[in-house]
């Protein structure tokens, strides 16, 4: 619900002076006679009841305030948009091999430093294609391009370490997998955002020939080297003293990463904790702006008359409370 005419609603800023003004110098208020004894009065007529000032000052605020929304219009429906002009289609590719686990993200391990940046991403581009990658020894789609950017969260909420059975770095598959699924794409711009830790020693696609026919294709690869230089800790299971923390050597291939970036017209970016996997796909998300045409299409009915007939009814009620039950003398 929305309101058609919300400065109206500003009004109501008044109704707490309106309630000031008359309980202390309104006519009730106000109202004095002398008498030289109120003993027949006060056996004439009934006593009236307790607070009945508050009960029809608050009636009249609350009919006030009905009035007061009612005149703002308020109105209910729904609004869409529809994308006239196809903007850019993105492709999220992250590595989810065993490596990702090592901590020198921390508090987080390094894919869940990467699903928490890339949710940012995606809530960042509303009006783009985007969908999800996933590799190890094997790459897969994990979720198609979508506009449906919630259904695409949820597939990003179910990316794990080890859900791909064949572990390993395959990420010229990775690239050739990427390009597959845009190669049909009718967009302006289409990207790749590539995240690894590690360098290409499993599939059967080389990552330089991978990168010329996405190149050929017209798509760029954004390449995301993740991970401490030098090394990091990674956990691993002991069963007699709980789990341990191993230093791996580091295994990332920024040669051929950048090999990738440039052969595609993209670019390396190197990670090194989590504000800078975050502050990189920021930059990727200011560089890839593109214009889109939006046509927005609004459908709304007025929701008014229930707040004017819930007015006029306590208005009446309050009339004939204040000429019978709450009636004073004088």
């Known amino acids: 619900m929305h309101f ?12 707490p002076v309106l309630a000031a003004y008359d309980f202390r110098w309104g006519p009730r208020a106000r109202a004095r ?26 009636l009249r605020l609350i009919v006030l305030l009905l009035l007061i929304v009612a005149l703002a219009r308020p109105q209910k429906g729904q ?11 993105i492709l999220l590719c992250v590595d989810t091999s065993t490596s990702m686990e090592a901590l020198d993200f921390k508090p987080r391990n390094r894919l869940d430093a990467a699903r928490d940046v890339m949710r940012e991403f995606i809530k960042n581009r509303p009006h783009d294609r985007i969908g999800l990658v996933v590799f190890a020894g094997l790459a897969y789609t994990q979720c198609p391009l979508t506009l449906d ?6 597939f990003l909420d179910y990316v794990k370490i080890g859900m ?3 572990d390993g770095t395959a990420i010229g598959t990775a690239i050739a997998a990427c390009a597959a699924r845009l190669k049909n794409s009718a967009a302006k711009s289409k990207l790749v955002s590539l995240l690894t830790d590690g360098r290409s020693i499993r599939g059967d696609v080389d990552p330089t020939t991978a990168a010329k026919a996405a190149a050929a294709l017209g798509i760029r690869v954004y390449a995301v080297g993740a991970g401490v230089p030098g090394g990091s800790l990674y956990p691993v299971p002991d069963p007699f003293f709980g789990t341990r923390l191993v230093r791996l050597p580091e295994e990332l291939d920024e040669t051929s990463l950048r090999r990738i970036a440039e052969t595609t017209q993209g ?4 990670a090194a904790n ?18 889109v045409k939006v046509e927005t299409f609004a459908d709304f009915v007025d929701a008014y008359p229930p707040f004017l007939f819930l007015a006029f009814f306590l208005f009446t009620a309050e009339m004939i ?3 019978t039950l709450f009636r004073r003398f004088p």
Do not use: C
């Not at 109120?38 to 009236?48: G, V």
């Not at 950017?149 to 949820?154: F, N, T």
């Open 149 to 154: 950017h919630g259904a695409l969260l949820g």
């Open 267 to 270: 670019r390396y970016f190197r």
């Open 164 to 166: 791909i059975q064949e």
């Open 4 to 15: 058609a005419h919300p400065n109206v609603l500003w009004l109501i800023i008044l109704l």
């Open 321 to 323: 409370l204040s000429q």
């Open 79 to 89: 609004k869409r948009e529809e994308v006239i002009t196809p903007a850019t289609d």
């Open 33 to 58: 006679l002398r008498f030289s004894s109120l003993r027949l009065i006060t056996d004439a007529s009934p006593k009236p009841l307790p607070d009945s000032q508050a009960v029809l000052t608050g």
């Open 274 to 291: 989590f504000k800078g996997l975050r502050d990189i796909y920021e930059e990727i998300n200011q560089m890839e702006k593109t214009d």
